[in-house]
């Protein structure tokens, strides 16, 4: 059985990290070269850097970034945000990304996963899928940070997406995120029961309970989270002996 992944996720505009809830009311949280350096000694398993401001310019002092993250840290990493060409993904993984991640642009030019997975491999593609309820119960994907309304469904979508040849599922529930009231356990408990490839749970940690739950009875694969590590709530490593203490099987 393979081991749970507890992977920190840094959002990064600018130059810094950032966090904010429900997609909104961003503020400063410090350097991502040094934030991700701290949690690859505290044992994260990977770490996700998304560049949310992702201009041109945005895009090439982010490639900057990349060099400078994969100098200093020794566990595997993803970074997204912008990438809308093969050449932009490319860019990154030869930068040092050890995976890329689309959101906004396989929506919009679902080929481009193929494209990317059939040069590199389905490994180093993640899909991420922001999605939200809306008034009929149905989980409404969005995009362009959230602010885009689409006509996919979360479940159909993540089909796609895995049939195309993505390796992984990063999925964001814009209703919990930053809320710190756990996360959509049925959501993700649903998208293992006909998936194949891994989900990475996004949205609404707030305490080691909820990622205990998340990560329990075949729900989600890995666990992501900001702001509880971001302000030192939880503790990677505490995190960890608790997961293992209570069965459920991660790299001490």
């Known amino acids: 059985m393979l081991a749970k992944r507890i992977i920190p996720c840094l959002d990064v505009k600018n130059g810094q990290v950032v966090k904010g809830i429900n997609f909104e009311g961003l503020r400063e949280v410090g350097d991502p070269v040094e934030m991700g350096a701290a949690y690859s000694s505290e044992g994260a398993d990977e770490l996700v850097y998304l560049d949310i401001s992702a201009s041109f310019e945005g895009r090439r002092t982010f490639t900057d970034l990349v060099r400078r993250i994969a100098e200093r840290i020794d566990i595997p990493f993803t970074v997204g945000g912008g990438i809308s060409s093969f050449e932009d993904g490319a860019r990154l993984l030869d930068a ?6 689309i ?7 679902p080929d481009l996963i193929g494209r990317i997975a059939s040069h590199y491999g389905s490994q180093f593609v993640v899909v991420a899928i922001d999605a939200r309820t809306v008034a009929d119960g149905r989980w409404q994907v969005m995009t362009h940070g959230g602010r885009k309304e689409t006509d996919k ?23 919990h ?9 049925q959501a993700y408990s649903k998208l293992a029961s006909f998936l194949t490839i891994p989900v990475i749970a996004s949205g609404g940690a707030g305490s080691i309970e909820h990622i205990r739950e998340v990560l329990s009875d075949g729900k989600a ?3 992501l989270a900001a702001s509880i590590f971001h302000y030192g709530e939880i503790r990677i490593s505490d995190l960890k002996k608790s997961l293992l203490a209570s069965g459920i099987n991660v790299r001490i």
Do not use: H, P
């Open 103 to 109: 959101n906004s642009s396989a929506v919009y030019n």
């Open 177 to 185: 995120d930053g809320t710190k009231n756990g996360y959509a356990c």
């Open 153 to 175: 469904e979360l479940y159909s979508w993540a089909r796609e997406v895995q049939e195309r040849g993505a390796g992984e599922i990063l999925f964001t529930s814009m209703d």
């Open 96 to 101: 040092g990304a050890d995976k890329i991640t």
């Open 221 to 223: 694969d890995a666990a």
